[in-house]
C-alpha cells in the first residue's frame, strides 16, 4: 500500500498565487487532516474530514479551503498566498470511530511551501 | 481546552545514554496518550500509545507509562541510538467519539552523537 501521498513535496509561490496541495489515502479511511508544522510550534489542525461530503474547520482554517468529493482524496487549497502561510503542510488519515486508541493518524510525507 | 506540553529542546545526547522525554498533559474526561516520532525529511509516524491510566507503551526500545496522578506521559529508553535521532512529540486524543481529534506538543528534537 502506498498509504498517504501528497504532492507536491515542494513549492515556491508567490505572493497573492494561488495553489492546491493535494493529498491521496489508499486504505479507505474515511478520516482525513491537514496539519501545518512551524518550528517550535508543533503542528496546527487547519481542516479535517469525517467522510465524503463532510468538512470541518481546525484550530488555523483561515487562508485555507478543502473539499472531499472522494473517500480517497481531500486537497488543500490556498486562494491568495501570503508569507505567512510559508510551512511545512502534513496530510494524514485514519479509521472510523473514536474508540479509544482509535485515533492512530497515518501521515504523508508532508509538502513544504514558501511564499515570497 | 485540551494541551499537551513538552520540555524545551533541543536534546543531544551520546550514543548509549539514557533518555527522558518529559510530557504532561491537561485534558477533561479519559483521553488517550501518543507519542509520535518525525525522522528527517519524513511524515510523523506513531511510536507507542497508552488508552488508559496506568497504560504502558512501548516499541523499539522506548517507554512510557500514562500517569493519570501527574497527568504526564514520559518518554524513555535506557540507551538511545544514533538512528534515533529524530524529532519527538507527545499528543492527545479526546476520545469524544466521532470528531474526537489530537492535540500535539511542540516537539523536541533528539540528537545522539556517535
Known amino acids: 500500500n502506498a498509504g498517504v501521498t501528497q504532492t507536491p513535496k515542494f513549492r515556491i509561490l508567490k505572493i497573492g498565487q494561488s495553489m492546491t496541495l493535494q493529498c491521496a489515502q489508499d486504505m479507505n479511511h474515511n478520516y482525513m487532516y491537514w496539519y501545518r508544522q512551524d518550528p517550535g510550534m508543533g503542528l496546527k489542525l487547519i481542516y479535517y474530514s469525517v467522510g465524503a461530503g463532510i468538512t470541518d474547520k481546525g484550530e488555523v482554517p483561515n487562508g485555507y479551503n478543502v473539499s472531499r468529493s472522494t473517500t480517497e482524496d481531500f486537497p488543500l487549497r490556498l486562494e491568495l498566498a501570503a508569507p505567512s502561510q510559508t510551512s511545512v503542510y502534513f496530510c494524514?488519515?485514519?479509521?472510523?470511530?473514536?474508540?479509544?486508541?482509535?485515533?492512530?493518524?497515518?501521515f504523508g510525507a508532508g509538502s513544504r511551501l514558501t511564499v515570497l | 481546552g485540551d494541551s499537551v506540553t513538552q520540555m524545551e529542546g533541543p536534546v543531544t545526547l551520546s550514543e548509549e545514554a539514557f533518555l527522558t522525554i518529559n510530557c504532561t498533559y491537561t485534558?477533561?474526561?479519559?483521553?488517550?496518550l501518543f507519542w509520535y516520532v518525525q525522522y528527517p525529511g519524513e511524515g510523523l509516524q506513531l511510536l507507542l500509545k497508552?488508552?488508559?491510566?496506568?497504560d504502558k507503551g512501548s516499541n523499539k526500545g522506548f517507554e512510557a507509562t500514562y500517569r493519570k496522578e501527574t497527568t504526564s506521559f514520559h518518554l524513555e529508553k535506557g540507551s538511545v541510538q544514533v538512528s534515533d535521532s529524530a524529532v519527538y512529540f507527545c499528543a492527545l486524543s479526546d476520545n469524544t467519539g466521532a470528531n474526537s481529534k489530537l492535540t500535539f506538543g511542540k516537539g523536541i528534537t533528539l540528537s545522539v552523537r556517535p
Open positions: 497508552a488508552t488508559k491510566a496506568d
Open positions: 485534558a477533561t474526561g479519559y483521553p488517550s
Open positions: 494524514a488519515s485514519r479509521i472510523s470511530g473514536g474508540a479509544a486508541g482509535a485515533n492512530v493518524l497515518t
